[in-house]
């Protein structure tokens, strides 16, 4: 491999059946994103050459066998399988989460290795790619898994930050996976997130009530009373900004959410409802707190428009994007945190000179 110009930016193709390879092929379509990046597909050449040819894409795939090859200001894409595979558009089937495994698999590992710099996954179906080898609710779980630190599932479209206490979770399990463990672990992970891979000094978090209109006093449960309030008090104490809990009902459409560097909903839904609602389209999926940098587009596999040359890849270039914005910041911070009196030491003697 030549010496490292560019971002290296793994991606594996997810469901087959759906618009992954789409979104994926139209967003390095435009050549000046191999500018500033170098992307890794996790597939086969033969099958993403099938994909390009469906889609009508004007487009040169470099395959290699192996990571030492690959090529700068190229769409490479690594031979994860040489097998021909029937794809079916907007069909479920088993076989074909296989392959969204495969490819997964493959990227973490070569992530967990140093091979690449960023991984950015598409679309998985959460239903076939289920297996004695592989239960896992989704790519978060299966990460918090392989990668070091404890991970938050954020969703980010420009200053717009939802972190979750709770995600991929049933909603009458809920109540009982928040605790004060859990509150403290989650906002202490979005705290170091916003300051290492965003740039915020002192970052400002709201949190979302756990009841509607956090429980009006124990009339609509006591959770926000009696595990919400004390810990957010406890991490105030510890010189976090954090503030709530607000009254998720109306807390977007009053337009508060622009107060604050990040919003932690209780759950999924209360979170990214609005989110998606604010962003949808143009959000990206962060896995945040892990020791490596992994995003995904704000969608799932899409079904309905696979193979139809509809698919919007505009999610899926801005996870690329804020891959490698967040790999660059978070290699910034390391720098700085290295040997913090460099700079102070560099200014103290400028001034003594004058």
């Not at 609710?137 to 420009?158: F, I, K, N, R």
């Not at 290492?196 to 978090?205: L, N, S, T, Y």
């Not at 105030?236 to 459409?253: C, H, I, Q, T």
Request: aromatic share 8%; hydrophobic share 35%; glycine share 8%.
């Amino acid at each position: 491999m030549a010496k490292k110009e560019k971002t290296i930016v793994g991606i594996s193709i997810g469901d087959l059946n759906g618009i992954g390879s789409e979104i994926v092929l139209k967003t390095f379509q435009d050549s000046r994103m191999l500018e500033f990046c170098t992307p890794v597909i996790f597939a086969s050449v033969k099958l993403m050459s099938f994909f390009k040819k469906q889609y009508n894409l004007e487009l040169n795939l470099h395959g290699i066998d192996s990571l030492d090859k690959i090529v700068h200001k190229k769409i490479n894409v690594l031979n994860v399988w040489q097998e021909h595979i029937d794809v079916n558009f907007g069909k479920e089937d088993k076989k074909i989460g296989e392959y969204a495994i495969k490819s997964l698999k493959s990227a973490v590992s070569s992530l967990k290795d140093k091979k690449i710099d960023v991984l950015v996954t598409a679309p998985i179906n959460k239903s076939n790619i289920q297996s004695e080898t592989f239960n896992f609710p989704g790519h978060t779980d299966y990460l918090a898994q392989e990668l070091q630190g404890d991970s938050l599932m954020l969703l980010v479209s420009g200053n717009l930050r939802v972190g979750l206490l709770t995600d991929h979770v049933a909603v009458k399990d809920v109540v009982k996976n928040i605790t004060s463990e859990v509150i403290e672990k989650k906002i202490n992970t979005i705290h170091n997130t916003l300051i290492q891979d965003f740039g915020i000094r002192a970052p400002k978090i709201a949190v979302l009530g756990i009841n509607p209109h956090n429980g009006d006093n124990g009339v609509i449960g006591n959770e926000d009373d009696t595990v919400l309030k004390p810990s957010l008090k406890i991490l105030r104490e510890n010189g976090k900004l954090v503030y709530g809990p607000y009254a998720a009902d109306s807390f977007f459409g009053s337009g508060n959410y622009k107060n604050f560097d990040a919003i932690i909903a209780s759950y999924h839904d209360q979170g990214l409802i609005p989110f998606k609602t604010l962003a949808f389209g143009k959000g990206v999926n962060y896995t945040a707190g892990l020791n490596r940098v992994r995003t995904s587009p704000d969608h799932g596999t899409a079904y309905d428009v696979a193979g139809k040359n509809e698919a919007d890849y505009e999610s899926f270039q801005e996870a690329v994007f804020s891959a490698i914005q967040i790999y660059k910041k978070r290699k910034e911070y390391k720098k700085i945190s290295k040997n913090p009196l460099k700079t102070s030491q560099k200014k103290s003697f400028s001034k003594k000179k004058r």
